[in-house]
Each structure stands twice: as structure tokens, then as C-alpha cells.
């Protein structure tokens, strides 16, 4: 069965230090992935989208940058934190079939002080 | 215009009682929705997807899908107080629409099954 694993669960980083955040998938190969992130209250605004190795589109230009370096992975970055940038952070991972589905790691709730 | 959009809530439905929750979306060549629910400080978890026009069945959950009103609803029958939690609607944007396939989701609805 195909799981999206994402660490860390919670983060807390000062302003202006930078962010590393790992999403994996397994059980399935060439998997479209997506980051969110969910201000406190707020929806899920979306990020990045990834259909395969090194293919990135940004939907929000921001301080963050995405990278897939390998098909099953997708990594979220920044080289300096804002205040702004707090939130849940979720990974998904969207099946490609007839009845597709979107699927959601467990997120990493991220404080930025 | 929000591409998709929610009554924010919150909807309190006795114990029991049909909860029904309403979802409206812009973009014309959406093709696929999807319905979650959210607890706080979790993540969402799948519901369903239903991507044709009518009615999609499973379990104690109902979707309803109208393309030509641009309208996505869900319905939760014999409501419990665990189904309490924030609804989110999605829409994908269509493969023969140019682009990625874009999830857009709706700022959710806050649901409330008093006991």
C-alpha cells in the first residue's frame, strides 16, 4: 500500500535561520506531489507542485524554494525564516487514475520566533 | 472570487440529524472534487472524491456533484458528536485544461454535532 511520510512533526526555528523539510512516498512510482501550508485558522494555500524529478512549479512566490531530487521525494527549503512563514506545512501525494485521490502526510507544524 | 469557496460556520446539527455542507467553485474546467475533514491541529483526511455529475455514496457520507451550477455539497447522515470538525472542499483542475493540475482548496466549514 502506498504512505507519504513527513518529518519533522513539529519545529520551532528562530527568524533568519534556514528550513529543511523532507516528504517521502512509497508503495508507488512517478507520484504528483504537492505542498500546502495552513496558517493558524486560515485554508490551505498552495505552495509547490511536482510531477516528477526536478519539474517545480511555484504557485506563490515567496522566500521558499522546492526541490524533487529523486522521484519519491520532494523537499521544501528556505535559506531565512520570516515570521511569516509560520504554519502547518503538509505533503500530499495525488493519484493518477480515473478515481483519483489526494493524500496527506502528517504534516510539520512550524514556529517561526 | 475565491476559486473555491465555503460557508465558514459554524453549522450545529443536533446528534443524529443530516449535516449538510456546501462547497461553490469557479473554475469551469475543474474536473475532480474532493471532500475532507480536519480536526485541529491535524491533517485532512479523505472523505471522498467524486468527479461526475449526481450523487456518490459511501457509507453514512453523501456527495453531490453539479458541474452546470458550479456546486459541490456533501451530506453526513445520522450525524455524531466525532464527526465535529473543520469540512475542507477541493477542486482539481482538469487534464485537458494547459498547466498543472492544480489543487485548490476552500477555507472549510466548521461543523458542530451537539450531543
Known amino acids: 500500500s502506498q504512505t507519504i511520510h513527513q518529518w519533522p512533526a513539529t519545529l520551532v526555528q528562530p527568524v533568519g535561520s534556514p528550513l529543511s523539510l523532507e516528504c517521502t512516498v512509497e508503495g508507488t512510482s512517478n507520484p504528483n506531489l504537492y505542498w500546502y501550508r495552513q496558517a493558524a485558522g486560515r485554508g490551505l494555500q498552495l505552495l509547490f507542485y511536482?510531477?516528477?524529478?526536478?519539474?517545480i512549479s511555484s504557485e506563490v512566490p515567496q522566500n521558499l524554494s522546492a526541490s524533487r531530487p529523486q522521484d519519491r521525494q520532494f523537499i521544501l527549503s528556505s535559506k531565512k525564516l520570516l515570521l511569516s512563514d509560520s504554519g502547518f506545512y503538509l505533503c500530499?501525494?495525488?493519484?493518477?487514475?480515473?478515481?483519483?485521490?489526494?493524500?496527506f502526510g502528517s504534516g510539520t507544524q512550524l514556529s517561526v520566533l | 472570487q475565491k476559486e473555491v469557496e465555503q460557508n465558514s460556520g459554524p453549522l450545529s446539527v443536533p446528534e443524529g440529524a443530516i449535516a449538510s455542507l456546501n462547497c461553490t467553485y469557479s473554475?469551469?474546467?475543474?474536473?475532480?472534487f474532493f471532500w475532507y475533514r480536519q480536526y485541529s491541529g491535524k491533517s485532512p483526511e479523505l472523505i471522498m472524491s467524486i468527479y461526475s455529475n449526481g450523487d456518490k455514496e459511501d457509507g453514512r457520507f453523501t456527495a453531490q456533484l453539479n458541474k452546470a451550477s458550479q456546486y459541490v455539497s456533501l451530506l453526513i447522515r445520522d450525524s455524531q458528536p466525532s464527526d465535529s470538525a473543520t469540512y475542507l472542499c477541493a477542486a482539481v483542475r482538469g487534464w485537458n485544461s494547459g498547466g498543472y493540475q492544480k489543487v485548490t482548496f476552500g477555507t472549510g466549514t466548521k461543523l458542530q454535532v451537539i450531543p
Open positions: 511536482s510531477v516528477g524529478i526536478g519539474q
Open positions: 473554475d469551469r474546467v475543474s474536473q475532480s
Open positions: 500530499a501525494w495525488r493519484t493518477q487514475s480515473i478515481n483519483e485521490k489526494l493524500f
